[in-house]
DNA sequence: CATACGTGGAC
DNA sequence: TGTCCAAGTAT
């Protein structure tokens, strides 16, 4: 819960910034107009599209859902596979597993509509600490703290915090619900988030134009550019594979799913050999027996957490030949585009194609 | 708590 | 070309 306003200091700073967003608010595809009342569902989809994503990306798939899923039960209704071919390009495939499981929970269990808490939502999968803030701020307007990487810039900076995420954090947080106001929780909660992004930017930080350029301690200090600080991550190691493009006569090639679990999960591929610093016995790895030729092709691909190299490897098949599994499935070139194929799989299609 | 989990754009 | 990063979550 907020604090009180007890301080005309903390008021302010409060008031200057949702007059600056009153002026200077970006117009969102999924932000209500003044006066407009949100729509959780709404809210609620585009908080997960956005998770670790631009905006600019988010905007065609957000449109591309609410055209096919008006509303949370279509969204529920609708299979599984569906929702992951729509999600296809987007990255991080757990939130499109989660997406559709969120809306089965709330269209089934709990009458259709989100709950207006952040513990309520909390519950619910895919909804992780910062968007339960972020749906009871937003479209509830209850007053919780919404705590992004940009609120997280934004206040590192505002009070120098020169500890290195994500020891910060805590002290971000609290930071951050110190401010949040009992009125108007859901504006300021997009009012930082939209300072972060246009005003406190990572680099060529523009304080100039800042509301809260007077208070802000990391300038008074100079150290803002360099908020906030971070704690080294690993290094991307390089894998290498193999992957198998199968064309038989009738113009159909071999796409498989992939499990449920992990890397790209529930989302179909080319058959490869497995993704390792090196290729042992490809042949013995292969979808089924045939005479390989090395197309002499190669796609990169660069993961979060490991960059990958993947030579191409193709063969021709009659036109009766079998799937060799039930998890592969023979699919015309033609009807590639509209597969849940992620990314790195349409580089190997754009290839051979 | 550290790690797994995508992608495309900016510099 | 390589690195960073963008409205994080699950385990």
Known sequence: MAEQGLSPRRDGKIHRLLAWYDRHRR???WRARPGETPDPYHVWLSEIM????????????????????????????????DVLKAWAGLGYYARARNLHACAKVVAEELGGRFPDSEEGLRALPGIGPYTAGAIAAIAFDRPAAAVDGNVERVMTRLYAIETPLPDAKPEIRSRTLALVPERRAG???????DLGAT????????????????????????????????????????????????ERQDGRVLLRERPDKGLLGG?????????????????????????????????EHTFTHFHLELDIWSTRVLADTDVPDKSARWVHKSELDSEALPSVMRKIVDQMR
């Open 267 to 299: 989302m179909m591929e080319i058959p490869s050999t497995e993704w390792a610093a090196s290729v042992a016995r490809p042949e013995v790895q292969a979808p089924l027996d045939a005479k390989w030729t090395r197309t002499g092709k190669r796609i």
């Open 187 to 193: 504006d300021f909660a997009q009012a930082l988030m």
């Open 50 to 81: 956005l998770q670790q994503t631009t905006v600019a990306t988010v905007g065609t798939y957000y449109r591309k859902f609410l055209e096919l899923w008006p509303t949370v039960e279509t969204l529920a209704a609708a299979p599984r596979e």
């Open 27 to 29: 117009d969102l595809p």
């Open 199 to 246: 005003i406190c930017t990572p680099k060529r930080l523009n304080c100039m134009i800042c509301p809260w350029t007077e208070d802000c301690a990391g300038r008074k200090s100079g150290i803002a550019d360099g908020l906030p600080r971070k704690k080294e991550k690993a290094e991307r190691p390089r894998r290498k594979g193999i992957a198998f493009w199968v």
